[in-house]
Every structure is written in structure tokens, then in C-alpha cells.
């Protein structure tokens, strides 16, 4: 019987590196709320099927900048700030362990081990078809991972590249949550097919310097002034934040 014995994340939302051993029974995870259950499920979802919890399909167009760990977005933000010792863009990957006999043609030393194993990987990583106009980008103040110039690569630890019917292992997710679909750029989505990869990236870094710039403003400070003085609210410490892709 295939089951997945481990899977491995970097940089994937709230996981900057994480490792979980599973066994081949049943397996319950419990945390508190926002400490990455659900990440951890729609990890393993992305790889075996493709599609976020959501119901999206992982395409270049539905990446965005919410998928990459925060702390890690910010060192490489920072560091491109700085004259030297600029970081890479960073990448996202999830590999899935699988305990299996069965599989010989998923079997490979293309894991983050380095050991041959048998498994499959996804990698949201920076395309280096695109290194110039990303060389070009970083002149100028960004504040936001350019995953314009991203790829998607799903893969077998035999570092050959697989799509959903090659795979015999299906995911299947029952959730009983509503989640909100993530309106990732829309106004540009609309009109990207007349534009080049330059002049999307460019307008879109555009577009959020000047979210980021009515983001810090009077009004902001304003509100939560108002959510502090009102008791009746809640009462926990509340502050009203602007979330934007």
C-alpha cells in the first residue's frame, strides 16, 4: 500500500522550513488557528492535483505574492534595498515522501535529501529565461516577489516532469470551510495578453507602490484610533490592516 511517510515545505506561507513524518494509518493534526493545518493539507493537494483549497488551478496566472512566506519575502525585499549581497528571488517548494515499492518510475536522489527516495516535488521558482528584464526590474524600487518572471515545475524525485494523470495517487479534499477566492490582480489579468513580460511587471509593481503609498495614510491611523476607543467591539487588541496582492 503507497502511502506518503513525509513531506518537506519551504517558504510556503506561514512555513519558512518544515518537515512532518507521517505514518501509513491515520494521521490528526492539531493546532491552534493560523499555525498552518490547513497549509500543511493544501501542500499535499497542490502537488497531487494541482489546485489550491480553493478550487483554483495552480497556473502562472493565479500565482501570487501570498503564497511565499512572509519573513523570507521580506529578507529578499530588504536585501535588494542594499548595495551588495543581493538575494536570489525565492522559491517555494513542497516535496511528498512516498512509502512505496510500487512506484520505481518516481524514484530519484532529485529531493532536498539528496537520497534516492520515492516522491514528487513542486517548485514555484524565478525563470531564468527572464534574467535580464528582472536585472532591469531591480534598478528600480520594488516592494513585491516579481512572480511575473516565475515558473511552476512539478516533477518525480526521477527529475522528470509530471502532469496530474501521470500520477496513481489521487488527492481528494473534503472541507467543510467556505474560503474566499483571492482576486490576484485582476485588472491586470484582463489586459496582460496585449502587454510583454516587462510591461506587465512594470505596471504591476506600480500598481502596488501606489496601494502601499494610500495604505500609509491619515486614514488608516484614523480608524484604528476609533477601533481603540470603542470598548464594545471586542476585546482584543484589534488594528485594521490592508491586505493586497
Known amino acids: 500500500m503507497n502511502y506518503i511517510k513525509k513531506i518537506k515545505i519551504e517558504n510556503y506561507k506561514c512555513f519558512r522550513e518544515f518537515s512532518l513524518e507521517l505514518n501509513k494509518d491515520m494521521n490528526i493534526i492539531v493546532g491552534y488557528n493560523e499555525s498552518g493545518k490547513s497549509t500543511i493539507l493544501e501542500a499535499i493537494h497542490l502537488v497531487l492535483?494541482?489546485?489550491?483549497?480553493?478550487?483554483?488551478?495552480?497556473?502562472?496566472?493565479?500565482?501570487?505574492?501570498?503564497?511565499?512566506?512572509?519573513?523570507?519575502?521580506?529578507?529578499?525585499?530588504?536585501?535588494?534595498?542594499?548595495?551588495?549581497?543581493?538575494?536570489?528571488?525565492?522559491?517555494?517548494l513542497i516535496e511528498i515522501f512516498f512509502d512505496s515499492n510500487d512506484l520505481p518510475e518516481f524514484e530519484g536522489d532529485g529531493n532536498s535529501d539528496k537520497e534516492k527516495n520515492?516522491?514528487?516535488?513542486?517548485?514555484?521558482?524565478?525563470?531564468?529565461?527572464?534574467?535580464?528584464?528582472?536585472?532591469?526590474?531591480?534598478k528600480t524600487k520594488i516592494t513585491s516577489i516579481p512572480i511575473e518572471y516565475?515558473?511552476?515545475?512539478?516533477?518525480?524525485?526521477?527529475?522528470?516532469?509530471?502532469?496530474?494523470?501521470?500520477?496513481?495517487?489521487k488527492s481528494v479534499l473534503i472541507?467543510?470551510?467556505?474560503?474566499?477566492?483571492?482576486?490576484?490582480?485582476?485588472?491586470?489579468?484582463?489586459?496582460?495578453?496585449?502587454l510583454t513580460v516587462r510591461e506587465s511587471a512594470t505596471l504591476l509593481q506600480t500598481y502596488r507602490k501606489s496601494i502601499e503609498e494610500t495604505f500609509i495614510n491619515d486614514s488608516k491611523e484614523t480608524l484604528n484610533r476609533k477601533i481603540d476607543e470603542n470598548p464594545d467591539i471586542s476585546k482584543k487588541k484589534l488594528k485594521y490592516l490592508l491586505i493586497y496582492q
Open 49 to 92: 492535483s494541482g489546485y489550491f483549497l480553493n478550487g483554483k488551478y495552480l497556473s502562472n496566472n493565479e500565482l501570487s505574492e501570498y503564497i511565499f512566506n512572509k519573513e523570507i519575502e521580506k529578507e529578499y525585499l530588504d536585501s535588494l534595498n542594499g548595495i551588495d549581497n543581493h538575494q536570489n528571488p525565492p522559491r517555494v
Open 118 to 138: 520515492c516522491g514528487l516535488c513542486l517548485k514555484i521558482e524565478f525563470n531564468d529565461e527572464y534574467q535580464g528584464d528582472y536585472n532591469e526590474l531591480i
Open 150 to 169: 516565475y515558473k511552476i515545475v512539478r516533477m518525480s524525485f526521477a527529475r522528470d516532469n509530471i502532469i496530474k494523470k501521470k500520477i496513481p495517487i
Open 175 to 194: 472541507n467543510s470551510t467556505s474560503i474566499s477566492a483571492r482576486s490576484s490582480n485582476i485588472y491586470i489579468s484582463k489586459i496582460k495578453d496585449d
